[in-house]
């Protein structure tokens, strides 16, 4: 259906990026949703692109469609992800 659209380009800045912190826990939600907030960017494809922090010890669970691929990377330190 959307094969054919010409393309847009959206630009933020990081004033303009939604945040968000709770328990150790800091997030920028670039596009679509985390911790109860939402992405101004207007994705045509469902989309998460979040920027997580978190503080020693702290945890949190980002839930993702069963049918979504997921891409994590690690700048520093480690996590375990999935549910095995």
């Not at 393309?7 to 939604?18: A, C, N």
């Not at 109860?36 to 020693?56: A, C, E, M, Q």
């Amino acid at each position: 259906e959307h094969k054919m659209v010409e393309p847009s380009y959206q630009e933020l800045k990081d004033s303009e990026i939604v945040k968000k912190s709770e328990n150790g826990v800091y997030v920028k939600v670039i596009a679509g949703e985390s911790m109860g907030v939402k992405s101004n960017i207007f994705t045509r494809t469902p989309t998460f692109y979040l920027d997580f922090k978190l503080d020693k010890g702290s945890s949190y669970m980002q839930k993702l469609p069963n049918d979504w691929n997921a891409l994590i990377y690690i700048l520093d330190g480690s996590g375990i992800f999935g549910t095995e």
